[in-house]
């Protein structure tokens, strides 16, 4: 039992807190994982919750030594040591036993510490040692290699949490940091998104500046205004017009958030006769919005294969409305019957999946018994004969069309989009140097590809075509073939008649 005494102590601490720390990073007082990566725009707060904190645990937990690093020892002196001095003699009045100045060493009344060094100053670091935590100031200076190395030297034998804290601008959307905490969620690692508008102690002035990027410079509006990863190259889609949709959905993601989870659908790997969605964070299906009775729902899928290991798949309303989204890097297996369940869900969407890489998609859901898959065209080089199969083939000829069809119905309305992956993924969509339209080197285009592929499907939009019934079972000469080859014949026979199915 606390003692009222106690208990009046505890609340002054947290009503001092709540008075103090800005909203948005008051959680992360509490949050015990190992990595704190606190993403944002200019003046969002980061580098003074990123003292607060440190100057928490190390005032309330005995033993710390806590290092404090960037790349550049020059520049630390004057911004994280500069800064602590003052929160310390700000906040934990009477505490400080001692400031060494040439050294840039805090010490406390409790034995604590606080230890600055840059990066650069390689025989400082080494001589470092038992670290109970780190802060790494402006993290995108540093390399991924870096990072590593600090990330080792954080391993010491102590009662409390070690933990990092990363504090950075998001200049650059193919940088390292992003594919580490971002592209794919990390469980111990505590991710922080915030801008300007998650400070409510920054001036009007700094606030003012930071609008009115939206007017000077596109790149530091997007980084330092809107605290979205800043991109090199010019999006094929309209760019101002996806980072407010990014913005509006980054805000609303905070308060509001779209179930995300996955399909619970049994472990039978020949049939699925009944699923569920199961929420789980960070769950490889989202969805936006829920099915709406008699309503058609339209399914892009792009697999992995050359230079990615994300599935991804859109599903569309209609009016192409993004109504959920699934992305895992699962195999194909996991995929597929994830795919399954997400068309059943939407009202036995036709789903057109990418068969580039592989039909193994494609075919495992016609043996689950789904039909509604889109059909294209092929000409038969032997029989000189139109034939039909399952699923998309992005090629030289269907790549640019989808592709356009996608340009055109967003620049008609951005606000279709309800995932920031994809505008993510879209906003460094770029034409290269022969003008064809790609991912940038390091950014990926999976979600854009499965949108497109979605967008043709739309009534009016391609020629999206539900397999007639009948007409593509395998004909009579077709199974006489069959049966008349051997092993490596059938191999053949299969991947030529891929989506084929072979019952009728
Ligand atoms: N908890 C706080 N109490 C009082 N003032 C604060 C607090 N947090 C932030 N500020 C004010 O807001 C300013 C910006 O905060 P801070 O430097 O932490 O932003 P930042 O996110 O690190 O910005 P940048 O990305 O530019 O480095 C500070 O200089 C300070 O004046
Ligand atoms: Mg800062």
């Known amino acids: ?58 005032t309330s937990e005995k033993g710390h030594r806590w290092l404090v690093t960037r790349k550049v020892a020059r520049t630390l002196r004057e911004s994280c040591f500069a800064q602590l001095r003052s929160q310390a003699a700000a906040l934990f009045p009477g505490r400080v036993k001692s400031v060494g100045e040439s050294e840039m060493k805090i010490r406390f009344d409790n034995g604590g510490e606080i230890l600055f060094a840059g990066l650069d100053d390689v025989e400082k670091l080494k001589s470092i040692f038992d670290v109970t935590g780190v802060w790494v100031e402006e993290a995108t200076e540093i390399s991924e290699a870096d990072f590593n190395q600090l990330d080792i030297r954080l391993r010491t034998d102590f009662p409390y949490p070690l933990q990092m804290i990363l504090t950075f601008n998001p200049t650059c959307s193919t940088h390292w940091l992003k594919r580490r905490f971002f592209d794919a969620p990390d469980p111990r690692a505590a991710v922080s998104e915030t801008t300007y508008r998650d400070n409510r102690f920054l001036s009007r002035e700094a606030v003012e500046t930071l609008e009115s990027f939206k007017n000077t410079d596109e790149y530091y509006y997007t980084v330092y205004c809107l605290g979205q990863w800043g991109t090199t190259g010019k999006t094929v889609f309209n760019g101002p017009a996806l980072r407010e949709r990014l913005d509006e959905l980054t805000r609303k993601e905070k308060t509001d958030p779209p179930p995300r989870g996955f399909f619970e659908c049994g472990n039978d790997k020949t049939r699925i006769d009944a699923f569920s969605f199961v929420g789980e964070a960070g769950g490889p299906v989202t969805l936006f919005f829920r099915p ?11 697999t992995a294969g050359e230079g990615s290991d994300w599935f991804c798949a859109q599903v569309l309303d209609e009016g192409g409305r993004q109504a959920a989204t699934l992305r895992t890097r699962n195999d194909e297996e996991t995929f597929t019957r994830q795919l399954y369940c997400l068309g059943r869900t939407y009202n036995s969407a036709l789903i057109a999946l990418e068969v580039n890489f592989s039909t193994y998609p494609v075919r495992l859901l016609e043996s689950l018994g789904y039909r509604e898959q889109y059909v294209r065209e092929v000409a038969d080089t032997f029989e000189h004969r139109i034939r039909r199969s399952f699923g998309f083939r992005t090629d030289s000829t269907t790549r640019p069309l989808i592709l356009s069809t996608l340009i055109a119905g967003l620049r008609e309305n951005v606000s279709l989009l309800n995932d920031p992956v994809t505008i993510g993924e879209a906003l460094t969509f770029v034409r290269n140097e022969k003008l064809r339209p790609e991912a940038e080197k390091g950014a990926h285009d999976d979600t854009v590809m499965a949108l497109a592929i979605a967008f043709f499907l739309l009534p009016g939009k391609g020629k999206a075509r539900k397999r007639p019934a009948d007409k593509s079972r395998w004909t009579k ?24 199915p072979r019952g009728g």
């Open 292 to 302: 709406e009775a008699g309503k058609r729902y339209y399914i892009g899928a792009d």
């Open 1 to 58: 039992m606390i003692s009222p005494a106690d208990r009046e102590k505890a609340l002054i601490w947290l009503k001092n807190r709540r008075e103090t720390v800005n909203p948005a990073f008051f959680p992360l007082l509490f949050d015990s994982r190992r990595y704190l990566v606190l993403k944002g725009g200019g003046g969002s707060g980061k580098s003074v919750f990123a003292g607060r904190l440190v100057l928490e645990r190390v």
């Open 477 to 500: 000469r077709m199974r006489e073939d069959w049966a008349g080859a051997d092993a490596e014949g059938r191999r053949m026979l299969e991947e030529k008649w891929s989506g084929f």
